[in-house]
C-alpha cells in the first residue's frame, strides 16, 4: 500500500525563522510528488516534483525531491505570519491511482 | 488554472436526509475527486471520476455515492446521513489528464448532521 509520511505534524516558530518541512514515500512507481498549501479553505497548489535534486522555488518557498531516498523537503525563508497553514505532502505514481496525501504539518508562525 | 466551485460552504442536516453535495469544474478535464477532511486524519478518498457516468470507490466509500451526468458536474450524495458523517468534504479536479496530475480544490462544504 502506497504511503506518504510528513514531519513534523506541527511547528511553531517565530516570524524572520527558516522552517523545513519533510515528506517521506513508499509507492510502486513513483511519477510525482506535489506540496499544497492550506489556510482555512482550500489546498493551494505550490509545487510538483518530478525529478530528483532539482529544485523549485517561488519566493521563499523552496522545495527538492530526493528519488534515491524517498523524500522531499519544503523550505520557508524569513516566515510571517502569513506562512501560518497546513502544508500538505502528496504523491503520485505512474499506474492508474489517485495522488495519496499525507497528513500535513501544521506550521504557525507567530510574531 | 481550473476553478472548482461547491455549492454550499455550510451544510446542516438530520439523520437520516438524503444529502447532496454539489461541485462544478470550469475546464474541459476528466477527472474529478471527492474527499472528506478531518482532524488528525488527513484527506481521505471517498470516489473519483475519470469520465461521465464513471466512477471508481476511494478508500472510505461506505454510506456514499456519486453521480457524474455531465463533465463539468460531479455529485457527493449520502444516502442516509449519519452523524459521523460530519465533516469538511472538499471536491477537487484534476488540471491535466492522469491521475498524478495536480489537482485544485473547491473552497469546501462544512457539513453537519444533527
Known amino acids: 500500500e502506497d504511503k506518504v509520511v510528513q514531519s513534523p505534524l506541527s511547528l511553531v516558530v517565530h516570524e524572520g525563522d527558516t522552517v523545513t518541512l519533510n515528506c517521506s514515500y513508499e509507492?510502486?512507481?513513483?511519477?510525482?510528488l506535489l506540496w499544497y498549501k492550506q489556510e482555512k479553505k482550500a489546498p493551494t497548489f505550490l509545487f510538483m516534483l518530478?525529478?530528483?535534486?532539482i529544485e523549485k522555488k517561488s519566493g521563499r518557498l523552496s522545495s527538492i525531491l530526493d528519488k534515491k531516498e524517498l523524500f522531499s523537503i519544503l523550505n520557508i525563508t524569513a516566515t510571517q505570519t502569513g506562512d501560518s497553514a497546513v502544508y500538505l505532502c502528496?504523491?503520485?505514481?505512474?499506474?492508474?491511482?489517485?495522488?495519496?496525501f499525507g497528513k500535513g504539518t501544521r506550521l504557525s508562525v507567530i510574531a | 488554472d481550473v476553478k472548482v466551485t461547491q455549492s454550499s460552504r455550510y451544510l446542516v442536516k438530520r439523520t437520516g436526509e438524503k444529502v447532496f453535495l454539489e461541485c462544478v469544474q470550469d475546464?474541459?478535464?476528466?477527472?474529478m475527486f471527492w474527499y472528506r477532511q478531518d482532524p488528525g486524519l488527513g484527506l481521505r478518498l471517498i470516489y473519483f471520476s475519470y469520465d461521465v457516468k464513471m466512477k471508481e470507490k476511494g478508500d472510505i466509500p461506505e454510506g456514499y455515492s456519486v453521480s457524474r451526468e455531465k463533465k463539468e458536474r460531479f455529485s457527493l450524495i449520502l444516502e442516509s446521513a449519519s452523524t459521523n458523517q460530519t465533516s469538511m468534504y472538499l471536491c477537487?479536479?484534476?488540471?491535466?489528464?492522469?491521475?498524478?496530475?495536480?489537482?485544485?480544490f473547491g473552497d469546501g462544504t462544512r457539513l453537519s448532521i444533527l
Open positions: 502528496a504523491v503520485g505514481d505512474s499506474g492508474n491511482t489517485p495522488l495519496v
Open positions: 475546464m474541459d478535464h476528466e477527472n
Open positions: 477537487a479536479g484534476g488540471e491535466r489528464d492522469g491521475l498524478n496530475q495536480p489537482q485544485h
Open positions: 509507492v510502486t512507481n513513483f511519477r510525482s
Open positions: 518530478t525529478s530528483s535534486g
